[in-house]
């Protein structure tokens, strides 16, 4: 598989990131997957943000859940990451990976930077 | 402060194995699978041991993991100079519903 993260990377604060993955290399449409997204502040450690079955199976951390949309597009062989309300605390590299049969994420994409500034 | 507990460094010189740990509790480690993932400097997260103990193929048998209880271990053997990354430890926590990243462990090659 091979994702590609794309979106804006300058979002205001109290706006809503936006960020969509497309995948390539396998069927989108497969169960044998969740489609997720990782977040890493620059300079710490990586959080998990949540993930989605082409079943519409929805897991998201708790901490986010209130802020947090992942949705899949199988059409357009696409998944996507809505942030709510965003603050400079959500500035971080996005990756978008994926959760498959080893239950581990095995295919990551290179990673987006959203900033969160005025 | 993350659930799963990670030394923030460890350090070792070219040839040596070195050991780094990730400690958790029940209801993540000591009932899920530990993942591990090496990040290199600059670059996405790559599955470097999965299911505590399986290494993906084309990752070298110099890496290799193991679960004991509420904890786990990853070891890289004949360490090398690009193994110089950061290591993340990751498990399902079943009262959370949710993923949990350890720390990282910064690994200096010396």
């Known amino acids: 598989l091979h994702l590609q993260e794309s979106g804006p990377g300058l979002v205001k604060p109290s706006e809503t990131l936006s960020l969509t993955c497309t995948v390539s290399?396998?069927?989108?449409?497969?169960?044998?997957?969740?489609w997720g997204w990782i977040r890493q502040p620059p300079g710490k450690g990586l959080e998990w943000i949540g993930f989605v079955s082409n079943a519409g199976s929805t897991y998201y951390k708790p901490s986010l859940k209130s802020r947090v949309t992942i949705s899949v597009d199988t059409s357009r062989k696409q998944f996507s990451l809505r942030l709510s309300s965003v603050t400079a605390a959500d500035t971080a590299v996005y990756f978008c990976a994926t959760w498959g049969q080893l239950y581990a994420f095995d295919s990551w994409g290179r990673g987006t930077l959203v900033t969160v500034s005025p | 402060q993350s659930v799963l507990t990670q030394p923030p460094s460890a350090s070792g010189t070219p040839g040596q194995r070195v050991t780094m740990s990730c400690s958790g509790s029940?209801?993540?480690?000591?009932?899920?699978?530990i993942n591990w993932y090496q990040q290199l400097p600059g670059t996405a997260p790559k599955l470097l041991i999965y299911?505590?103990?399986r290494r993906p193929s084309g990752v070298p048998d110099r890496f290799s993991g193991s679960k004991s209880g509420t904890s786990g271990s990853l070891a890289i053997g004949g360490l090398q100079s690009e193994d110089e990354a950061d290591y993340y430890c990751?498990?399902?926590?079943?009262?959370?519903?949710?993923?949990?990243f350890g720390g990282g462990t910064k690994l200096t090659v010396l």
């Open positions: 299911q505590n103990d």
């Open positions: 990751a498990a399902w926590d079943d009262r959370l519903n949710a993923v949990l």
């Open positions: 290399g396998d069927s989108i449409s497969s169960s044998d997957y969740y």
């Open positions: 029940s209801s993540n480690i000591g009932g899920n699978t």
